[in-house]
């Protein structure tokens, strides 16, 4: 089988980027120019809190302008296994072997104004799957532990990262996790 790649649109980092970038400008702008009385001296919490956010706005710019250039992949499959990397966190290289089951589950997400919204997305069981968790960074194990409470699996896949391709993922997957039971 071949290599199956999905990217998400590099076209949605721009904008982002660009807030950021705009962002860190006004807190710079309020660190070096916002004037204060001669009897004044600058507050340092605000100083130091603006200092901060420039600090992530100025990182948040950098990381999305990369992420523009480079496009890197949501999700790639291939004979060995798959990768799964929503918003730069990664699994790492999953085996077939590994998988027990694939499901069709639904989960509720943030949402708009009007509450929280319920979403398609594809539950992926896993042999051992602390030995997965133990993969990600030490503050997102807890968020797994409590996600596998929820859904029964610590590993989800969102629809809205595979867009139109859904189907076809889906069917890769139950094709190369069948061949791997054999």
Same mark, same amino acid.
């Given at each position: ?5 999905? $990217?998400?649109? @590099? ?23 916002? %004037?204060?009385?001669?009897? %004044? ?9 603006? !200092? ?13 302008? $990369? ?5 890197? !992949?949501?999700? %790639? ?25 694939? @499901? ?22 896993? $042999?051992?799957? %602390?030995?997965? @968790? ?11 532990? *409590? ?24 069917? *890769? ?8 039971? @054999?």
């Amino acid at each position: 089988m071949t290599r199956l790649v999905i $990217r998400p649109s @590099r076209w949605g980092y721009l904008p982002l980027a660009a807030a950021a970038l705009f962002m860190a400008s006004v807190f710079v702008g309020y660190l070096f120019f916002w %004037e204060h009385g001669p009897d %004044e001296s600058p507050d340092v919490v605000a100083t130091t809190v603006f !200092a901060a956010l420039t600090l992530a706005c100025a990182f948040l710019t950098v990381h999305w302008t $990369r992420a523009f250039f480079v496009n890197p !992949a949501t999700l %790639e499959l291939d004979d060995q296994g798959f990768t799964y990397c929503p918003a730069g966190v990664s699994t790492g290289p999953i085996a077939w072997r590994d998988v027990t089951e694939l @499901r069709d589950i639904t989960v509720t997400v943030g949402g708009s104004g009007y509450g929280p919204e319920p979403l398609p997305a594809l539950a992926v069981v896993l $042999r051992d799957p %602390e030995a997965y @968790r133990g993969r990600f960074p030490a503050l997102l194990r807890p968020l797994l532990q *409590a996600r596998e409470g929820l859904s029964g699996t610590s590993l989800v896949i969102d629809v809205n990262h595979l867009g139109p391709r859904w189907a076809e993922v889906r069917a *890769a997957m139950q094709a190369h996790i069948d061949r791997s039971r @054999r």
